[in-house]
């Protein structure tokens, strides 16, 4: 790293200096620093850590060297090529004889690859000095003179028309730029009037002044900064509202100001100008024409598909008589069948306000399908359903991405374009959709790095998917996968803890049903901005590990509700969300140690188990799914919430069957059945400082309830977990709590501990190095609980000192970012474990409480020594390696 720091002028030329540092000095306004900082036209060599690591890696190569190395390779590679050239040649000369001898008109060409010549492969030399490094960036001073004329163009812009920029250059052994801008008094807007020929279009852009006002509490204009940025993009959202309020093609040039400024009270007067006309062109002759509200007169659906065709494409265009390519949309090809479809009832809530039967049919809800072959590859009703530019209807721009979103969801087609034209006959809309199917089945083969919980693994499935199998935009997945997982084993002395190996082997087979609508009602049923979807699993699996086998068997039921861009809420089908069955195979010595024990909540985690899910809820919120002009809040958030019931419906049906005397629970098939009410809710807040820094945090706060059939705790796939690389990184995996449980002095702890509450808290700082590193700073906060008392884990119970009880954590990491996923290393601290005697709890604290506990209640342990040597480091930082960020 000194070699870094070392001789960074080493290649600059005499008499010219490195540009080490560019200083904006702001007087005035400075949150324009950043700003200013973006349009300075020469920037210092990049640094990571302080360091001129690139700068250091282009100086470390001779260019000589590699130019002449490179000069030898490119011949290598000519020669190569004419070696390639030659030989594709002899076979095709050969190929070529041999179809005439045997009277063939044609012959399969040989086509030998060339070795790129324009682009070739760098080799280390190359990529080091001229990929991985950086040219010296060598101080001149016309790019100073160009970032003060840029400054002061950009100040103007912002309205700071009184402000002035100079700038000095400092030399020692490089060069220092510093940049003295002076902003003065920002020029506001303090009155504004809209003038407009079109009464209606002057009414609309009024309104929606007066909307921002009411919404945001602040007027959109009057006493702003007379920022150019802020009026254009006003003048956007202006035509925007106007194309959301009918009037097509109305685009943001046709909104102009004129300004008249004040220089002594350093304000100014605006006239928003909107144009209520647009120029067509009819015959070479321009016509000006009013803008006017514009309603649809007729919906196309264009499926540019031969799905459904028996014969050659070809032999059946020439039939129609019509073309390859559609002449409107050459992208898409041709149609030559079309039905009009106008078979759907009103909607149940349009039904319920006007008191309309079932049978009447919406005569708004009609569309045109255009198709090749016997029939539509996709059924009418569920294209009309992603229609929201219904006939006689008022066009609506947000109602064109409305229905561009829905399509996309259905998932079957590739390419989707929306084209709206005028209907001069009628001043109307058509509206055609042109749709491209995509691929109907496909097999893969997934191989991946396993990250659940904090256990990491390694797995590989094999899918094969059909969409689209029933006409109805359908998707059917059917996967078998297998892999290995690095478990803790079960009971892991905490005084000889055990490297995690690839200890536990799973396999099994899934298939995933996906259908429009609240199946097995039809998806016309409901509305179409509720858009539901019906997700059906079928799942079993097989996991083996030394101690036991298990054997899972799931079904589930779900209904699945976009409400909008941002907010998805989730239904399971009452009395039938999901079924699981788990079935264990203990191995003999495993199975008499739980019974030695005698530990009832270790029992029931591994014992067979009937989960019957009576209902699920749900809710998932986004909100950088949404419009920037909506959101109250810029930062990014995230809120996710799950509520379960199950064993509700057993227990009404089997309430008068007497209690098994083995299980101590009612039983179905001989098996006992779960019954527990559990919620998880997550929050995430993330705050963007500027481009290289971030704040994000999370809470998460859970609790199940086990009651009736359930004595003891929740299922242990329904239980929670606290430390590893997603939860509280100064533990590790599944290995925090519960509550203040002294894990270290219970010779028979489980490695893995489980509990029915959890809160936890995360806050972390990231700071971007480059393109592809990060850097951050974190500190975690939390814990698991019981929600009855566990004999075997005494203090784990949940009561009203549950905040003394929060584990803290501190720590730091570095993160990989590749785009597509990010790899990340963290290390955390434990900083204060509840589970420690008093006086020892923080990291800052004597140990001497610690290992005195340890001396009275360890059998194996006598003395202080003893204790040091045998018994774990109670603050020992954990390692965690980790793919995508923890949150």
């Known amino acids: 790293m000194l070699l870094c720091a070392c001789h960074p002028s080493k290649f600059v030329p005499e008499g010219k200096y490195l540009l080490k540092k560019n200083k904006i000095i702001i007087s005035g306004d400075k949150s324009l620093s950043e700003d200013l900082n973006n349009i300075v036209k020469q920037k210092e060599n990049f640094r990571t850590l302080g360091l001129r690591f690139n700068l250091w890696a282009y100086n470390q190569i001779d260019s000589s060297k590699v130019a002449k190395k490179r000069l030898i390779k490119n011949q290598k590679i000519s020669s190569i090529n004419q070696t390639r050239r030659t030989r594709q040649e002899r076979i095709n000369k050969k190929r070529i004889d041999k179809a005439r001898r045997k009277g063939q008109e044609y012959y399969t060409e040989k086509i030998i690859p060339l070795k790129d010549t324009i682009e070739p492969r760098s080799f280390f030399g190359e990529w080091l000095k001229y990929s991985l490094g950086e040219h010296p960036v060598i101080f001149d001073s016309s790019y ?118 004040s220089e002594v009270n350093k304000s100014v007067r605006l006239e928003i100008n909107v144009k209520s006309q647009y120029v067509e062109k009819v015959n070479e002759i321009e016509i000006k024409k009013e803008y006017k509200i514009y309603p649809i007169s007729k919906v196309i659906f264009n499926l540019c598909d031969t799905n459904h065709l028996k014969e050659e494409f070809r032999s059946y265009v020439d039939k129609k008589n019509i073309s390859i390519n559609n002449s409107d949309e050459s992208q898409f090809i041709n149609t030559g069948e079309i ?112 990250h659940s919980n904090g256990l990491l693994g390694v797995a590989a499935s094999v899918n094969y998917s059909n969409k689209n199998i029933f006409r109805s935009a359908e998707k059917m997945t059917l996967s078998f996968g297998g892999g290995f997982e690095a478990q803790p084993a079960v009971f892991d002395s905490v005084l000889n803890r055990r490297i995690r190996t690839l200890n536990t082997f799973e396999f099994g087979p899934s298939l995933t049903l996906e259908i429009p609508g609240l199946f097995p009602s039809p998806a016309t049923m409901l509305s179409k901005r509720q858009k539901p979807k019906t997700i059906i699993d079928f799942a079993f699996n097989i996991q083996k590990r030394d101690e036991f086998d298990r054997q899972i068997f799931q079904i589930n039921y779900e209904w699945e509700f976009i409400e909008s ?113 559990k919620i998880n809710n997550n929050f995430i807040h993330s705050h963007k400082i500027n481009p290289k820094n971030s704040i994000h945090s999370r809470v998460q706060i859970g609790f199940g309830v086990p009651y009736g059939n359930s004595s003891t705790s929740l299922p242990y796939d329904y239980s929670f977990f606290a430390g590893g690389s997603n939860d509280n990184r100064g533990w590790n995996a599944r290995s925090l709590g519960p509550g203040a449980y002294k894990y270290y002095l219970d010779e028979n702890a489980t490695a893995t501990q489980i509990g029915d509450v ?42 009203k000192n549950w905040y003394k009880q929060i584990a ?46 340890g001396v009275s209640f360890l059998s194996n342990v006598n003395s202080i020594e003893e204790a040091k040597n045998k018994m774990s480091k109670p603050f020992r930082p954990s390692i965690h390696f980790g793919l995508g960020f923890p949150f």
Not at 821 to 834: A, Q
């Open 144 to 261: 100073m003179n160009k970032t003060m004329d840029q400054f002061e163009i950009f100040l103007r812009k912002k309205g700071y028309y009184d402000a002035n920029c100079s700038s000095k250059v400092t030399y020692k052994k490089e060069a220092i730029v510093h940049y003295y801008v002076n902003t003065g008094k920002v020029f506001l807007i303090d009155s504004f009037h809209v003038k407009c020929n079109n009464r209606n279009i002057k009414a609309n852009v009024d309104q929606y002044i007066k909307s921002i006002n009411k919404k945001n509490k602040e007027h959109p204009i009057l006493y702003k900064p007379f920022n150019i940025f802020y009026l254009d993009e006003l003048r956007s959202l202006i035509a925007k509202k106007l194309r959301d309020s009918g009037y097509f093609g109305y685009s943001a040039s046709n909104i102009s100001y004129l300004v008249d400024t």
């Open 808 to 853: 803290v954590a501190l720590g730091t990491g570095i993160r990989l970012d590749l785009d597509f996923f990010v790899i990340r290393f963290d290390i955390g601290v434990p900083f204060y474990n509840p589970a420690l005697p008093d006086q020892s709890r923080w990291i800052f604290q004597s140990r001497d409480n610690y290992y005195n506990e």
């Open 565 to 677: 861009k941002y907010q998805i809420f989730s239904f399971g089908l009452p009395l039938l969300s999901s079924i699981k069955f788990v079935n264990f195979n203990l191995a003999d010595s495993f199975a008499l140690t739980i019974y030695s024990l005698n530990d009832p909540f270790l029992s029931n985690t591994y014992s067979n188990q009937l989960i019957w899910e009576d209902i699920r809820f749900g809710y998932e919120m986004n909100n950088q799914n949404k419009d920037e002009i909506d959101r109250k809040i810029h930062d990014a958030i995230y809120f996710s919430s799950d509520i379960d019931f199950a064993g509700n419906t057993l227990w009404m049906l089997r309430k008068n069957q007497m209690i098994d005397p083995v299980s101590g629970q009612k039983t179905v098939f001989g098996i006992g059945y779960s019954q527990f009410f």
């Open 339 to 450: 039905i009009r479809y106008a078979k759907l009832p009103f909607d149940s809530k349009k039904r319920k306000q006007e008191n309309l039967s079932k049978q009447e049919l919406d005569p708004k809800r009609k569309v045109y399908i255009k198709y090749n072959g016997t029939k539509p590859s996709v059924k009418p009703e569920i294209l009309e359903l992603q229609n929201y530019l219904e006939e006689t209807n008022v066009y609506k721009e947000y109602y064109v991405e409305r229905s561009y979103r829905s399509l996309i969801q259905l998932g079957v087609f590739n390419n989707i374009k929306p084209v709206l034209s005028r209907n001069s006959n009628n001043d109307s809309l058509i509206v055609n959709y042109y749709l491209k199917p995509a691929k109907k089945q496909s097999f893969s083969f997934e191989p991946r790095l396993k």
């Open 758 to 799: 959890h809160i936890g808290t995360s806050v972390e700082y990231r700071l971007k190095l480059n393109s592809l590193f990060q850097t951050t700073l974190f500190a975690d906060a939390g814990n698991i609980w019981t929600n009855k008392y566990d004999e075997n884990r005494p203090g784990g119970e949940f009561s």
